[in-house]
């Protein structure tokens, strides 16, 4: 981006209307406003010196709005990439989680499933002692299905659907 400097004049308005008309106007590689001056001692009418004032004016507010325009389109530029990169920042972090999680959540879904067999081994047998403990593995089961429930896992069971077994979405454990 170019350099924005004060545009510093090179005659004030009082000179350019006492004695001195402006003759061209232009602006140089550095984008600063050169106004040139001659000595015309009555050789211009007022309406041709206020003439000049105006392209004069008109010049440099040409390249203030020129300069204004870069700079907003600079800053509208600059807030695209920062608005794309935030975006992809998030995606990364969202991504980035979930694979960090799948392992945890695929080792509590096989926990609660070896817990479920456990229970059923342990309802085959009559001790009093061992169904005490099989009602604290089935809380514990109930807990583990309501934990992976609260994170996005939906509970799979073979009598809930008539739906055959499929590889693409499911696993076995």
Known sequence: MQSEEPIEPTATVDEILSTNSITSV???????????????VGN???????????????AGMKHILDAFTTKIAYDAFKQ??????HEELQQHRGNLIART?????????HLHD?????IIHLEK??????????????????????????????????????????PRRQRVL
Do not use: W
């Open 44 to 58: 211009n009418t007022v309406e041709e010196r206020i003439e000049n004032i105006e392209k004069a004016l008109q």
């Open 101 to 109: 999680m799948r392992p945890l959540v695929h080792g509590v879904i």
């Open 125 to 166: 047998v009559q001790d009093q002692q061992q169904k005490d403990f099989c009602a604290i593995l089935q809380g514990i089961q109930e807990d583990v299905e309501i934990l992976l429930s609260h994170n996005g896992v939906k509970a799979y069971r073979e009598g809930n659907t008539n739906a055959a077994f499929d």
């Open 26 to 40: 232009e602006t140089d590689s550095a984008d600063t406003l050169a106004v040139e001056t001659t000595d015309s």
């Open 80 to 85: 695209q990439q920062i608005d794309r990169l």
């Open 114 to 118: 070896t817990i479920g067999k456990l």
